[in-house]
């Protein structure tokens, strides 16, 4: 009798630790569900925000490159008034040429702007040539060729007279003295010798 009971209470020991087991599978199973929504609304989550940044991103590049085209545009214009310019010294220093009477032939190519500016550049380095010539004395071991003496004395002009950047002349500068014939090579001569100046004064 005893041995039955013993049975039995084993059985229902087994049942109770049965559906305890089952249970618990089943909670931990929901659980797993969950878990497994969480995550799948984390990563949707996530890929909204990658998209919505990528969109963003994107839309920034596109107003960088428009902002760099309408920069180079710009340069390009006012690279083109200077070596117009540069164009008319040489003619005046180099030729001895009146500018009225070759500001016409020179200038012919330019838009209205960029001959206003042109001449005006021209005007200024030369009206400014004696007090550019003083000041880059110092800094020049030999003279050097004309169409490089010309652009430092565009540039100090811009300078000191127009009150253009000192960054924004010498980069002008130099870029004149790399596209020049002549001034092939000279290109850091301009740089070094516009930067002391700019360093210790044109006086």
Request: with cysteine.
């Amino acid at each position: 009798m005893a041995s039955i009971l013993e049975k039995f209470a084993l059985a229902g020991i087994g049942c109770f630790f049965g559906v305890h087991v089952a249970l618990a599978r089943a909670g931990l199973a929901q659980r797993l569900e969950q878990v497994e929504a969480s995550k799948a609304g984390v990563e949707a989550a996530l890929e909204t925000t990658r998209a919505e940044a990528g969109a963003a991103a994107a839309a920034l590049k596109a107003e960088l490159d428009t902002a760099t085209a309408a920069r180079a545009a710009l340069a390009a214009e006012l690279d083109t008034a200077r070596a117009a310019a540069l164009s008319l010294i040489g003619e005046v220093t180099e030729n001895g040429r009146l500018l009225s009477e070759i500001s016409d032939d020179v200038l012919a190519p330019l838009s209205g702007p960029e001959r206003a500016r042109a001449q005006r550049l021209a005007l200024t380095a030369l009206r400014w040539r004696d007090r550019a010539d003083r000041a880059l004395g110092p800094h020049l071991r030999m003279k050097p060729r004309p169409e490089v003496l010309n652009i430092l004395r565009l540039a100090l002009s811009e300078i000191y007279v127009d009150g253009t950047a000192p960054h924004g002349a010498v980069g002008a500068a130099v870029d004149l003295a790399r596209a020049s014939e002549t001034g092939k090579g000279q290109a850091g001569l301009v740089n070094g010798v516009l930067r002391n100046i700019l360093r210790k004064g044109p006086d």
